[in-house]
Structure formats: C-alpha cells, structure tokens
C-alpha cells in the first residue's frame, strides 16, 4: 500500500507539471488558431529567471514570483512584433514561433556555457504521513497546479473578460462586431500563456537540472496532450495533459522504461485515430 500511494504521489506531481506546462500551449492554440513551438523556450526562460535572481542574491522566491511575470512581458513583445503580422496564415506564424525558439535557446545555452546548472528547492526535505514521506515541494506544485487551474477557470467563466474570451473562441467575427477587439484580447491571451509557461519553468527547474534544452523535454509531450484534449475548450488541453501525464509517468512502473515512451505515443495516436477532434473539442467559427 505504501509503495501503491508513493507511485500515485508521483504521477499526480509529473501530471502537474504537464498540466501547467500544456494549459498556456492550450490558451494560446485555442484562441489564436496557432501552435506555440516556442513554448518550451518559455519554460526555459522561467527556469532561467530562477537562476539568474539566484545568482543576483535575490533568492529562489523572487526568481519564482518574477518568472510569470518577465515570461508574460515577453510573450506581449513576441505577438505584437511578430505572430500578429501573421494571424492570416497561421503556418507561417507557427514557423516564426520556431525561430524564435531556438534563438532564445541558443542565447540561453551560451549563457549557461552548455553546461548543467542544479537549484536547490525553496523548501527542501519531506513530511511524513502514516509512515510514508512525500516531498514538499513536489507537494507545493501539486497545490500551485490546482490554484492555477481553479484560477484560470474562475477568470474565463465569472469575470467580463472571460465572456469577452469566450466570444471571441466561439465566433471571433461576431465579436468584432459587438466591439469586442480580438486584437487586444489575443495579446492578453499570448501573454497569459507565456506567462504560465514561465511559471511551470520556475516551478519545476528544482526537479530538473537547468540546460538549455529543459524546456524541450516536455514539448512533444505537450502538443500530444492538446491534441489529445482537442482544441477551442479550457477543459480539453487539461484533459489530455492529465492523460498524457498519468501515461508518461506511470507505464515505466508497469513496463520497461525504454519502451514506455514509444508506448505512450502509440497510445495517443490510437486515441487520436479514432478520435481525431479529441476529448473535448468545440467549433471555431
């Protein structure tokens, strides 16, 4: 039963991260009509604001809090100067999002030297119930992934701009003609997803030795969960990274670890074969 609870511990804290991680990606496909593949550059990024505030003296904490932030600022900067000279052909948009991706990786690995930097969690050691240790700050992502989501929820469904996001995915012309401006809102709506890339970043760079290419682990995994999920809903992006996490983090108990991956995506494109709008998927107009 201990070892039972301890694997389940595990899963729920990697399908957190994938959560976090897939959510922004999820955002930003759902309201713009295009995949980010920039987005693990951003996870990157958000786990080098933890390392540069670490290195400034300013602490794990202030580097944690500034990451969503300075992540945000960017994606602002990245849609205005670039994705948005593009929403009319969407492959050349995912195109300059790739572009930008690998410049800001290949900043970030000179910076680093190519080598691997480890930081220490914030909050360190374990706690104990019933005889059976959890980590906490594993424990800590699990409970940030939960506000998060609750969060995100309560904005899109109770506040006025969530009905204004909502508009604008149902049908995006409508919304212009009531005045709602979808420019500003896919602005805000790129910015919140960076935003959200850089805080899983800072959240999970503890867990995962900084290197460049931290953010590029979990990238494919991501855009199978939105696929999976399927495209337009907050709910079906979560869906898939759920299910998506549970698979990665779960079969290497059940199977050898080298077959666990490519079990993973035999899995999901099954899924996507016979479901190819995904879990939950809602018309664009």
Not at 37 to 65: D, M, Q
Not at 78 to 84: D, F, S, T
Not at 150 to 159: N, V
Not at 162 to 178: S, V
Request: charge should be positive; glycine fraction near 12%.
């Amino acid at each position: 039963m201990a070892d039972a609870i301890t694997v389940i511990f595990d899963i729920a804290s990697f399908t957190s991260v994938m959560v976090l991680i897939v959510l922004g990606l999820g955002v930003i496909a759902s309201m713009m009509g295009i995949f980010n593949f920039a987005h693990g550059e951003l996870v990157l990024l958000g786990a080098y604001t933890v390392y540069l505030s670490a290195s400034a003296g300013l602490g794990l904490w202030f580097g944690i809090l500034a990451a969503p932030v300075a992540v945000g600022l960017l994606g602002v900067v990245m849609e205005r100067l670039i994705i948005r000279r593009f929403y009319a052909s969407p492959i050349i948009a995912m195109l300059g999002t790739y572009a930008i991706g690998l410049v800001i990786r290949e900043i970030v690995r000179g910076l680093l030297g190519g080598n691997y930097v480890s930081i220490p969690e914030p909050i360190s050691g374990a706690f104990t119930i019933g005889g059976i240790n959890f980590s906490i700050w594993r424990t800590i992502i699990i409970l940030a992934t939960l506000s998060v989501l609750l969060a995100s929820w309560w904005m899109l469904a109770r506040t006025p701009i969530g009905l204004r996001i909502r508009g604008a995915l149902e049908n995006p012309m409508l919304a212009r003609t009531c005045g709602i401006s979808t420019t500003r809102l896919y602005s805000l709506t790129f910015a919140f997803g960076s935003a959200l890339a850089g805080l899983a970043g800072a959240l999970i760079v503890p867990l995962y030795q900084l290197s460049a290419d931290i953010g590029i682990r979990f990238l494919v995994q991501a855009f199978l969960s939105v696929m999976l999920g399927g495209v337009g809903t907050f709910q079906g992006p979560v869906l898939g990274a759920g299910t998506v996490g549970v698979m990665a983090s779960g079969l290497p108990w059940l199977v050898p670890p080298v077959l666990a991956d490519p079990l993973v995506f035999l899995i999901a494109l099954v899924i996507v074969k016979l479901r190819p709008q995904g879990f939950i998927a809602a018309g664009r107009s």
